[in-house]
């Protein structure tokens, strides 16, 4: 199967960002951000969820937030791949989480239970629609971008939320690597760059090496849990801290990190910002935030980015010398503070050239365009890595590592194992990533379960077990058992991920649920009718009831009757006829009613004042 | 795909003579000029099968390059191929001095973690990266001259000791940082 001469194949990137989501797409050779009708190009990563099922997304959703709080999303990628614990304090979070389970959270909307990776696909599915619209055609896949600094649980939920939307998934890239290839490609750069990339919510930093049309990463590393929304909330901290404030409404806790998060905006051009807000029970938030307090406020966040900086150098064996240029990714780079440290640590001034907040997505799009096979001639090269180590458990709750961090991607590392018991048909691994010794202080990735070893007695069966990360940065297993040549099975029991029998069902149900969709909106507009409708024949029957006889009555009150009792029911075409049955009885009504007011009206007044005029 | 046999021992996959010195340049070109055949990017829009077929090609050329790569692993792959297990794990019977410099080594290492002394650590980060090129200089010739395998295995585990060291100040690097 190959790709037919000049026929153009539809492909995105799709940068699916901390606060802000953007696609962008190669068109004749240039790559270019997609935007939506409005001309907007960022969609900004916020999921309202309605109880009626249905869903909006992006700036209506964020401009209503603080109206609930509770059921619009924002930040989901901070929940991606991670469990209840991770979140840290979920009282500062105006979500109910679901407290079943210890994978992955689940948040309690108004529309029922969602993944992370549920709410994500509703932002991806927005702009894969967008993209369609705009490319005028199906798309062949997308290339989706995560943090490099992503772990398997979290690369493999962006993954799942992709097909969940209905994207082809043609590969998930690293984002600093994505802003290196939209660089290097428009600059015909060469040498070793590094790539300061702090996001909305996650900060990456990766040490890249640039020459004859191969980007090769030298070193990854970053905190996927810090970025511009923690500057937010040491404003929002210090706006509680001014006004003496405590256990806000999830509303107004919302709308004071809105405030913060303009102040923070505000702060880039500015040397001080005013923060006005009216709380829910009318207090008046007036501030001055100056950029001397919230540099203070904000420099050890700043220091927490220059260690993995430190550490990246280090495993890339290089000094801070051996750099040629540093590139700046992502919104909160814009912060002069932040441009400031890292200009220091590296002794040159950031290259800024480039829009942190497309750069990812653009750099994503020429990817993707390269990957469908459009590129003909001047293709480059792309040698990326796996961030973080990985690992079995072993006896004492050690962990031995198994393929180490900052390995070139796609690798395999092969172990053998042996039975401890005659006759043993099972065997369990433990499989963990991070850099620490103790299992417990590393991330639990999966329990892998293996089945079928032809019994032996002890230490006689040799299985043999292959780590294999994919070019995605992706951990599959496979095992063998060596003397009989048996495979076994694997039964792989994700800790934080999805099964796949639970993305199936998803898929089964958001399929199903664009029906549902339809159904439910059209029972609730019914239903506002039906009501609509009684209310005023109610009204009407008080007011001018002794205007019908006794059979009209009869039968007005049996209609009325039998519509409200259809709106228990969720069919909305019983309702639909229990109405116009309804308004065929009281045509004559209406009639009789409208008579009696003329009447009235010409009772009520003078003669002479309906001649006046 | 003509230029590529799995079948092929690494250096074979490179076109180099086996051998500890290596011209790492011409290594790196071969690299990257298999890469930009095998590559799973270069197949992303072909059938399922295709595109794992190229993991599984990848993935080999990233394993044969990282084992050349590394002076240890580069080491310890042409004594396997040459019949020499390096025994890493089980032949513990090494010289005394230098059991006593390591054990040295190690308590300098931790007292300056404790004391977050960054220029000491600095200090044996040098002093250690000497010493491992002094047994790479060796390791050649055992193995590339002499022929010396035996003598080759014994100068690999030193050479792990060293690799343990290095890793032991990078965490200590860490520690301090923390």
């Given amino acids: ?133 705009s490319l005028g055609g199906e798309l062949v896949g997308a290339v989706i971008t995560v943090p490099a600094y992503f772990d398997d649980a979290q690369r493999q939920a962006t993954k799942d939320a992709a097909k969940l939307a209905g994207i082809n998934v043609l590969r998930l890239l690293n984002e600093p690597t994505a802003a290196a290839i939209a660089y290097g490609l428009d600059n015909a750069s060469e040498g070793v760059y590094a790539v300061y990339d702090l996001g909305g919510g996650t900060f990456d930093i990766s040490i890249l090496r640039l020459s004859r049309g191969v980007f090769e990463v030298l070193a990854a590393n970053g905190d996927s849990a810090l970025g511009g929304d923690d500057f937010d909330q040491r404003i929002y901290c210090w706006i509680l801290e001014r006004n003496q404030l405590s256990a806000l409404a999830p509303k107004d806790t919302r709308l004071l990190l809105t405030q913060a998060r303009a102040a923070k905006e505000q702060l880039t051009e500015h040397s001080e910002a005013r923060i006005t807000a009216v709380l829910s029970n009318g207090e008046v938030i007036d501030n001055v935030l100056t950029l001397t307090e919230f540099e203070s406020m904000s420099k050890n966040l700043i220091q927490r980015t220059l260690q993995p900086l430190r550490r990246a150098l280090r495993d890339a064996r290089l000094g801070v010398e051996d750099v040629k240029g540093v590139v700046m990714v992502g919104g909160a780079t814009r912060m002069p503070q932040v441009q400031r440290a890292v200009g220091e640590f590296f002794g040159q001034t950031p290259l800024t050239n480039l829009d942190p907040d497309k750069v990812v997505a653009l750099g994503a799009a020429i990817q993707a365009n ?85 019994p032996m007695v002890a230490g006689a069966a040799r299985i043999r077990v292959t780590f294999q990360v994919d070019a995605d940065g992706l951990l599959n297993v496979m095992a063998r058992e060596m003397s009989s040549g048996i495979e076994a099975a694997i039964e792989v029991k994700p800790s934080y991920g999805l099964s796949d029998a639970e993305i199936a069902r998803m898929l089964q149900e958001s399929t199903e649920h664009a029906k549902d969709d339809m159904l439910a909106r059209a029972l609730l507009e019914q239903k506002t009718e039906a009501n609509q409708l009684l209310d005023a024949v109610e009204h009407a029957l008080i007011q001018d009831g002794e205007l019908l ?65 | 795909m003509q230029s590529f046999d799995a079948a092929k021992n690494h250096f074979q996959l490179f076109g180099l003579e086996p051998s500890f010195k290596l011209d790492l340049t011409r290594l790196e070109e071969a690299y990257r000029a298999l890469q930009a055949e095998v590559h799973p990017d270069k197949s992303a829009h072909l059938a399922d099968s295709e595109q794992r077929l190229a993991m599984q090609r990848s993935t080999i050329v990233n394993e044969a390059y990282q084992t050349l790569k590394s002076p240890i692993r ?57 010493d491992t090129r002094l047994l790479e200089e060796l390791l050649a010739v055992k193995i590339d001259a002499d022929r010396d395998y035996e003598g080759a295995a014994l100068l690999v585990r030193k050479l792990r000791f060293m690799e343990k060291l290095a890793e032991e100040i990078g965490s200590a690097y860490d520690e301090i940082d923390n």
């Fill in chain 2, 74 to 130: 580069r080491a310890r792959y042409l004594l396997m191929l040459n019949g020499v297990d390096t025994q890493e794990e089980t032949n513990t019977a090494m010289p005394v001095d230098f059991l006593m410099s390591q054990m040295e080594w190690r308590e300098a290492v931790g007292e300056a973690e404790q004391k977050r002394d960054v220029a000491a650590l600095d200090r044996l980060e040098s002093v250690m990266k000497r």
């Fill in chain 1, 1 to 133: 199967m190959s790709t037919a001469p000049h026929q153009h194949r539809l492909a995105v990137g799709i940068d699916l960002g901390t606060t802000n989501s953007l696609v962008a797409s190669v068109r004749n050779g240039i790559s270019v951000v997609l935007n939506d009708e409005h001309g907007r190009s960022m969609l900004p990563s916020v999921v309202r969820y309605f109880a009626d099922g249905s869903i909006v997304v992006g700036d209506a959703a964020q401009a209503q937030q603080s109206e609930d709080p509770a059921n619009t999303i924002v930040s989901v990628k901070r929940f991606m791949g991670r469990g209840l614990s991770d979140v840290g304090d979920i009282s500062q979070l105006p979500y109910l989480f679901a407290a079943e389970g210890a994978g992955m959270v689940q948040l309690r909307t108004s529309a029922g239970t969602k993944s992370p990776v549920e709410i994500s696909a509703e932002i991806l599915k927005v702009l894969r629609i967008r993209a369609e619209a």
């Fill in chain 1, 370 to 454: 390269l990957l469908a096979g459009n590129q003909s001639g001047g293709d480059w090269l792309l040698l990326d890595v796996i961030p973080l180590s990985l690992g079995l458990e072993t006896v004492g709750g050690l962990v031995e590592k198994i393929i180490p961090r900052n390995s070139t991607i796609p690798t395999a590392r092969a172990q053998e194992f042996t039975t401890y018991k005659d006759g043993q048909t099972a065997m369990s691994l433990h499989v963990v990533q991070g850099e620490r010794e103790l299992v417990a202080d590393c991330r639990s990735l999966a329990k892998f379960e293996l089945r079928g070893i032809p």
């Fill in chain 1, 549 to 613: 006889d006794a059979s009209q009555r009869a039968d007005i009150g049996a209609r009325l009757n039998a519509l409200k009792e259809t709106l228990s029911s969720k069919d909305h075409l019983a309702i639909k006829r229990a109405i116009v049955l309804l308004n065929e009885a009281t045509v004559n009504f209406a009639q009789l009613r409208m008579d009696k007011s003329v009447r009235q009206a010409l009772a009520g007044k003078n003669i002479s004042e309906l001649e006046v005029k």
